[in-house]
Every structure is written in structure tokens, then in C-alpha cells.
């Protein structure tokens, strides 16, 4: 199945409410992409998806099971979200293979990921001298290594070299292409049109625009349009 | 199982795990050789003095900085924080898509580091111990049965140190301050040994409790604690602030 289902989530801080109700769904086969500015609660989204956050209210379910509930996460979901996720003193291979290690994955499996997001050769270098793109690819590297039928990836293309964005594009598309389901978050929409089936807008925590690409452009130039006209208040 | 092993090797991957092995195997034992060579030459002079009962115990009474400093970093790596320019990550975040539970994922944390401790003061503890034998000959005092119980309680009190510093870096989630704390207070400013000249009750604080597992004379001291009611005094500390650490690390955001 392999539906992420996000239903009414809300957020708050103090008294500051990040989440207002956010619901939608991301299903197999397509990639979905969960737009909004900078602040407006997708990462936030994400973090409580992947249990690191807690909801004030709402779920967050990956076939209808809270994600810290799932039996085998690493082979069900791959996560990125900020940075690498490693610490910096360890080399990428030494991170990957701890990861390995606790899903009881065997190490071959560190040198395949490596290979396919090309960081083969800074493996034995220290996390500490990556730059910010090689630091996605070894967190995006993290992520495949149980080759999971889930991908939620936080801003993926930050950091990218036009090169790797252009990787990245068609990686995802081949997952989508397999069944699989892509999620990713970006505040970025030139980068994006290209690569996502379903659109979520969000602004300021809550859903703004929800919909195939096609359905969220509507009668805009582009999607980067749209997305003006949907998350400025006020705007002419 | 799994988990377990990662992160044993989590912990052997991480460069201040091994300063901290270099820490706790390198204090004690040098401490102790100065000090056995100045007992050594005041023996030959004919000052008359044998070494005294405590002789290696006080100096891996000291040696726990390191069991401190792999307690501490063992979970401060977890949230050290990438530079912005790095996007900013933490490896918590990575260990917890790992290992979603987080009291399992604690619980693991804490086995990791008790065993690194209990390995760090047995090393430890054979060094020191040699060393002092080494530079004694014949002078050494033997060590005898009285020692094995003694010699578990230099392993314990590491092992409970190491701990406590995790618990608080839980709390903490940063290292710098608890690190700094508490290797000042095992050497440079011992708050805690200070308090027991205002207060006998600060004998029950747990590294002045705990020492006593092994610790024959303290000095200035006349407040009688045996080795085990001190042994049983630190596990209460220990596990207070392990539960603590744990309603904290299980109820709050990542």
C-alpha cells in the first residue's frame, strides 16, 4: 500500500501555533511534493510523520501505523531531513555502516548506496570536510540503504549542484515509476514543476492547495506562479 | 541485539571516545607511578614509610575523568549540530528513523556505554595496578582476596560515573557544560568533597559515596560508610536520574 495519510495535524509551540490542521495524502507511484516558504511548518510536518515531534493533535500514519509503531522502519521508510545526520568526525562510510548495523543490513549494501549517489570516493573522508551537497547525498545515501518502499526527503535539492539536481530529479521519478512513493518537501518551485505528480501548498500551517500538478497550476503560467498567488496575502 | 551493536560501534567511531579511553587509562597510571616512585625514594631514604592501603585506588578514584568524558560524548554526539552551512542536522534525528522506540533506543544507549566503562576500568585498573607494582618491586603491597571486591567497585564506580554523565547530558542535551562540571569537580575544585566539610550529609552525594566501594581512607573524613551502603547509595542516584533522563528523552520534540 504504502499511503501517507496526514490527518488534521496541529502544532503548537507555547503559543505559537506552527500546525493548524494540515491533511493530505501521498500515495505509491507518485511523487508528491509539499510546498510552502520557509517557516510555514513542512519540516515540522515531516518531524511528526517521522516521530520526532509530537502532535498536539491529529495523526500522522504510514499505512494507517504511527511510524514509531512501524516492525522494520529502515526498510519501510527512508528519511532525510536536515544536513547529513551524521556526525561529523565519523567518515560517511562509518556512519552508513552503523546504520546498517542496527537494521542487520549487510555491508555490501553501505558500498551500493554509496555508489548510486556518487560518494563513493569521499567515503573514507570525515563527514566534517563534506560539502553541504555531499552531506544530502550521504543523508539521501541513509535513506536508501534499507531500499525502502516509502522516500520522505526535507528539502532534497538544497545544496545540489545543478548536476546533482538533475540527478536527483530523475532518481525520484524512476522510484515513482517502480510504485513506489516519493514525498519531498522544497521551497523551491522552479526545481520542482518537473518532478512531482501531486502538489500540497501549505502557508503558514495550513493546506492552501491540494492536487495533481496540473489541478494546482490551474489557470497560472507556472507553478512558481501559483504559488505566489497562493501563500502572498493580499497580493495583486 | 542489533542495535546493541550499533552502537558499540557508533561509540568506537567517535575520535573522543578513544581521548577518553586514552584519558582513563593514562591518568591513573601515571598519577600512580609518580606518586609510588615518590613513596619508593622516601622507603630507600629510610623515612620509613610503606605505601599506604589506598595506593592505586586514589589515583583511579581520578581516573573516572575518563569514564566522565565517554558518558558525556557517548550522547552529546547525538546533538551536536552541523554548521548552517552544512544544513544544520544533528545525528539524533538519523538514530531515531533507526530505532523509532525511544525508551529502546535509551535503553540500548545506556548498555553501550556501560559496557565501554566497565572495559575502560578493567584496562584501567590492570594498568594503574601494574604500574605501581612495576615501580615498587618488592616494596608493592600484594594484592590479595581483600582486593577482588575492592577492584569491583573501582569497575562499578566507572561504570555508575559514566551514567551519571549520560543522564545529565540527557537532560542537558549538549556537553560542554556537564562535561566541565563534573571533570572539575573529580579534580580541580572537588565541590563535592568541599560540601562534606559543611555537611556529613554530602557523604551520601554520589561520587563521594561511591568512592567508598573502594576507598579505605578518606582523608579528613570521619563519617563511616561501608563499601556497600556507599555502593548502594550511588545505584539510587544512578537510577533516579536514569529515570529522570528517560521521562525527559521519551516525553519531549527530538
Known amino acids: 500500500m504504502n499511503v501517507i495519510t ?204 491540494d492536487g495533481t500538478l496540473d489541478e494546482v497550476v490551474g489557470a497560472h503560467r507556472t507553478l512558481e506562479d501559483a504559488f505566489f498567488a497562493l501563500t502572498t496575502s493580499g497580493a495583486p | 541485539m542489533r542495535a546493541l551493536a550499533a552502537e558499540a560501534w557508533k561509540l568506537a567511531s567517535l575520535p573522543t571516545v578513544w581521548i577518553a579511553t586514552a584519558v582513563g587509562v593514562l591518568v591513573p597510571s601515571v598519577i600512580a607511578g609518580i606518586t609510588a616512585s615518590a613513596t619508593l625514594g622516601a622507603i630507600t631514604r629510610g623515612a620509613g614509610t610503606v605505601p599506604g592501603v589506598d595506593t592505586g585506588y586514589q589515583e583511579l578514584a581520578f581516573g573516572v575523568v575518563g569514564a566522565i568524558i565517554l558518558g558525556v560524548v557517548g550522547i552529546s554526539s547525538e546533538y551536536f549540530t552541523e554548521s548552517e552551512e552544512s544544513g544544520g542536522g544533528r545525528q539524533i534525528t538519523t538514530s531515531l528513523t533507526v530505532v523509532p522506540s525511544r525508551l529502546r533506543f535509551l535503553l540500548t544507549k545506556i548498555s553501550a556505554i556501560a559496557i565501554a566503562a566497565a572495559l575502560l576500568a578493567i584496562i584501567a585498573a590492570a594498568t594503574t595496578m601494574g604500574v605501581v607494582r612495576v615501580v615498587l618491586g618488592a616494596h608493592a603491597l600484594t594484592l590479595g582476596a581483600d582486593d577482588v571486591p575492592r577492584l569491583v567497585g573501582v569497575v562499578c564506580y566507572w561504570v555508575y560515573t559514566a551514567l551519571l554523565a549520560f543522564g545529565i547530558t540527557v537532560l542537558t542535551r549538549h556537553g560542554v557544560i556537564p562535561l566541565a562540571v563534573l571533570i572539575a569537580n573529580t579534580s580541580v575544585v572537588t565541590v563535592t568533597y568541599l560540601l562534606t566539610k559543611i555537611t556529613p550529609l554530602a557523604n551520601y552525594l554520589p561520587d563521594m559515596a561511591g568512592v567508598r566501594m573502594f576507598i579505605r581512607k578518606l582523608a579528613d573524613n570521619t563519617v563511616e560508610i561501608s563499601p556497600l551502603t556507599g555502593g548502594l547509595v550511588m545505584t539510587a542516584w544512578v537510577a533516579v536520574l536514569l529515570v529522570i533522563a528517560a521521562i525527559a528523552f521519551t516525553r519531549r520534540d527530538a
Open chain 1, 6 to 209: 496526514i490527518d488534521d495535524l496541529v502544532k503548537r509551540r507555547g503559543s505559537k501555533e506552527i500546525l493548524a490542521g494540515i491533511s493530505f495524502q501521498a500515495r505509491p507511484g507518485r511523487v508528491t511534493g509539499f510546498l510552502g516558504p520557509n517557516g510555514a511548518g513542512k519540516s515540522s510536518t515531516l518531524r511528526i510523520l517521522l516521530g520526532l515531534d509530537r502532535a498536539t493533535s491529529g495523526t500522522a500514519l504510514i499505512d494507517s501505523v504511527p511510524f514509531v509503531q512501524l516492525r522494520d522502519p529502515l526498510a519501510t521508510v527512508g528519511a532525510m531531513l536536515d544536513g547529513s545526520g551524521a556526525h561529523r568526525a565519523r567518515t560517511g562510510r562509518a556512519h552508513l555502516r552503523w546504520v546498517a548495523r542496527s537494521a542487520g543490513l549487510h555491508r555490501a549494501r553501505v558500498d551500493e548506496v554509496l555508489e548510486i549517489v556518487g560518494l563513493t570516493n569521499a567515503a573514507s573522508k570525515r563527514v566534517g570536510s563534506y560539502s553541504l551537497g555531499m552531506g544530502r547525498r550521504l543523508g539521501l545515501a541513509t535513506a536508501l540503504l534499507g531500499d525502502p518502499e516509502i522516500l520522505i526527503l526535507d528539502e532534497p535539492v538544497n545544496g545540489l549542484d545543478p548536476d546533482g539536481i538533475r540527478w536527483i530529479r530523475t532518481f525520484l521519478r524512476e522510484r515513482a515509476a517502480s510504485g513506489r512513493t516519493v514525498l519531498l518537501s522544497s521551497h523551491l518551485m522552479g526545481e520542482l514543476a518537473e518532478t512531482v505528480d501531486d502538489v500540497v501548498v501549505i502557508n503558514e500551517g495550513r493546506v492552501v492547495a
